[in-house]
């Protein structure tokens, strides 16, 4: 079963204003990715925050992780059209298997 | 370097061939996986191998299914037969550990028609 759920499932912008996207999971986790995916390539990791971490940043990159809800956000910044992809939470689990797992996505369309 | 690199990139075949594609990870890394996308079910684990040893093929759709790792530098996942249900963006990651940052492959984009 999906561990991660992203929300919204798609977010359109314009140019230059914040993009957020979340992530809700079910389970306690290690730690929680981001990863980037543009149409007809592989994901890209974007973003690493461990369990007893609260926020972090990486360039116009934003993440939050509220454990007690379990929930994550990441934030884009000042957004480019070429932030236009799909973004995805994956997570690995506590007590559980090695393995991470990815929510469906939220596909994000910044608009020029 | 050169990144996952996999093969073939692009793929279409008839109901019943085999197909079976390839992946070559980042020297170095220990952990491999391999991923099905598609539009309904979005990115699925199939199988991972960590030090060339299947961990967990929990995902494997059926048996038609299999994957090997006959080194640390290359991996095959081979559909026989194959249906056309089949048909997605089959990805190969690898990572230098399981639970750390994967590196993502192009893909393999299969039709089965």
């Known amino acids: 079963s999906q561990q991660g759920e992203e929300d919204p499932q798609a977010l359109s912008i314009q140019e230059g204003e914040n993009a957020t996207m979340n992530c809700s999971y079910k389970t306690s986790i290690n730690n929680l990715q981001w990863y980037r995916q543009n149409s007809g390539r592989g994901l890209v990791h974007l973003i690493l925050?461990?369990?007893?971490?609260r926020e972090k940043h990486s360039g116009r990159l934003r993440v939050t992780l509220d454990t007690s809800k379990k929930s994550s956000s990441l934030l884009i910044t000042a957004s480019r059209a070429a932030d236009t992809a799909s973004y995805f939470c994956?997570?690995?689990?506590?007590?559980?298997?090695?393995?991470?797992?990815f929510g469906k996505g939220t596909k994000l369309t910044v608009n020029p | 370097d050169a990144g996952v690199i996999q093969s073939p990139r692009h793929e279409v075949t008839e109901m019943g061939q085999e197909v079976t594609l390839r992946c070559k990870p980042i020297?170095?890394?220990?952990?491999l996986f391999w991923y099905r996308q598609t539009m309904m079910r979005g990115l699925e684990l199939l199988i991972y191998?960590?030090?060339?040893?299947?961990?967990?093929d929990s995902g494997m759709p059926e048996d038609r299914f299999s994957a090997k790792m006959p080194n640390a530098s290359f991996s095959t996942l081979k559909i026989q037969p194959s249906e056309p249900r089949d048909s997605a963006v089959y990805f190969c990651a690898s990572s230098f550990r399981v639970q750390e940052t994967q590196y993502f492959g192009p893909g393999t984009r299969l039709l089965v028609l």
């Open positions: 925050i461990r369990s007893n971490e």
């Open positions: 020297s170095g890394h220990n952990s």
């Open positions: 191998f960590n030090n060339n040893v299947p961990i967990d």
């Open positions: 994956a997570t690995e689990t506590q007590g559980g298997s090695e393995k991470l797992v």
